[in-house]
C-alpha cells in the first residue's frame, strides 16, 4: 500500500512553454500532497503544500504564478511550471501524507527529471 | 527553528557488516514523528523505518532499526546485515506541529562487496 505515481518521468522542453507534472496516490486518499524540488546530492526544498478543494500554500522565495499547482481531488495534485526557464531545469518529487493508524507519514513519487532547452 | 542535522556526508560498509547513520535534530515539541528515508540512484525517496516520539520503544524493520534518545535529541539508524541494494542516499526527517517533512543534509551510503 501508500503508492504515489507521477508522471511524466521525465520531459524535455523548450523555454517559454509550459509543463505539467501529475502526483497520483494509488491506494489511499490524501488530502495533502507536497512538491518539492532537488538538485543534485542535496537535500529535498519543499516548494509548496498541496491542500484538496484550497489554494496551495507556497515557501518563501517560490513564485505561485510560475508553479501552478492544482489538489482538485483527494488522489490528484498537479504542478505546472509556467513559462518554463533553463534555470527550472530540476528534479521535482511530490509526496502524499497518509494519516493512518501509524501518524502522518508522507509517501513520495518516483519524482519527474525537467529539462528546458 | 526545527532543524535536523546529518554530520557524515558520506559512509562505506562492507557487505554483510553493520553500519550506523548518524543523525540529530532540534525542537522545542514534546510531540512528533522522526522517519528515515532513503534515495537510491533511481532517485525513489523509500520509506525506511518511523518513530513516533511518544513511544519510548526503539522502531525495528527487519534489518533496519533506530536508537531513538529522546532528551538527547538524537535518532540514529542502524543497519545489519549490510547488503549492495542498501547503497543510497540516506535522509533523516522530522515532522512536528508544523506538518512540513524538515531533511537533514543527506548521508551517502557505499555498501562494498
Known amino acids: 500500500g501508500a503508492v504515489v505515481s507521477q508522471h511524466p518521468s521525465r520531459v524535455i522542453c523548450k523555454s517559454g512553454t509550459s509543463v505539467k507534472i501529475e502526483c497520483r496516490s494509488l491506494?489511499?486518499?490524501?488530502?495533502?500532497m507536497f512538491w518539492y524540488r532537488q538538485f543534485p546530492k542535496q537535500s529535498l526544498m519543499l516548494m509548496a503544500t498541496?491542500?484538496?478543494?484550497?489554494?496551495?500554500?507556497?515557501e518563501q522565495g517560490v513564485e505561485k504564478d510560475k508553479f501552478l499547482i492544482n489538489h482538485a481531488s483527494l488522489t490528484l495534485s498537479t504542478l505546472t511550471v509556467t513559462s518554463a526557464h533553463p534555470e527550472d531545469s530540476s528534479f521535482y518529487i511530490c509526496?502524499?501524507?497518509?494519516?493512518?493508524?501509524?501518524?502522518?507519514?508522507?509517501?513520495f513519487g518516483p519524482g519527474t527529471r525537467l529539462l528546458v532547452l | 527553528a526545527q532543524t535536523v542535522t546529518q554530520s557524515q556526508p558520506e559512509m562505506s560498509v562492507q557487505e554483510a557488516e553493520t553500519v550506523t547513520l548518524s543523525c540529530t535534530y532540534d525542537?522545542?515539541?514534546?510531540?512528533?514523528?522522526l522517519f528515515w528515508y532513503k534515495q537510491p540512484p533511481s532517485r525513489q525517496m523509500i520509506l525506511v523505518i518511523r518513530?513516533?516520539?511518544?513511544?519510548?520503544q526503539n522502531a525495528t524493520e527487519n534489518r533496519f532499526s533506530v536508537n531513538f534518545q529522546k532528551a538527547a535529541k538524537s535518532f540514529s539508524l542502524k543497519i545489519s546485515d549490510s547488503q549492495l541494494g542498501d547503497t543510497a542516499m540516506y535522509f533523516c526527517?522530522?515532522?512536528?506541529?508544523?506538518?512540513?517533512?524538515?531533511f537533514g543534509q543527506g548521508t551517502e551510503l557505499s555498501v562494498k562487496p
Open positions: 518513530q513516533e516520539a511518544y513511544k519510548q
Open positions: 525542537t522545542s515539541e514534546n510531540n512528533y514523528y
Open positions: 498541496s491542500n484538496e478543494g484550497s489554494k496551495a500554500t507556497y
Open positions: 509526496s502524499a501524507e497518509s494519516s493512518g493508524e501509524a501518524g502522518e507519514t508522507q509517501y
Open positions: 491506494d489511499f486518499q490524501a488530502t495533502t
Open positions: 526527517a522530522f515532522i512536528g506541529s508544523g506538518g512540513k517533512l524538515i
